[in-house]
Nanobody, 122 residues
């Protein structure tokens, strides 16, 4: 049974930083691409970052490029999201997800964590 558990969310001021973690179990983590998504109230789930199974390839939308960094530690079955220069528009619940097929749509991922709340105050 696949389980993804996120942590590290919280409340910060504009310009602050947070690092999210997602610990995975029940899957061959070192062979699995992973991603982070976010969902703000009243909005659709949005792609934030993805990383290949060896951590060599990463991808971001323009809205977070240069501010967010995804990384992974396959020895710890953990994927991270370092978020810098946070803005109120980054406020959302952040989810990690396991890749099923290549792509950045939610339909390309088939296992999701419970989410962790990130709130950025102006």
């Amino acid at each position: 049974q696949v389980q993804l558990v996120e942590s590290g969310g919280g409340s910060v001021q504009t310009g602050g930083s947070l690092t999210l973690s997602c610990v995975a179990s029940g899957l061959p983590f070192s062979l699995t691409s992973m991603a982070w998504f976010r969902q703000a109230p009243g909005k659709e789930r949005e792609f934030v970052a993805r990383i290949s199974w060896r951590g060599i390839i990463s991808d971001y939308p323009d809205s977070v490029k240069g501010r967010f960094t995804i990384s992974r530690d396959n020895a710890k079955n953990t994927v991270y999201l370092q978020m810098n220069s946070l803005e109120p528009e980054d406020t959302a619940v952040y989810y990690c997800a396991r890749g099923r097929t290549p792509g950045i749509g939610a339909q390309n991922y088939d296992s999701w964590g419970q989410g962790t709340q990130v709130t950025v105050a102006s």
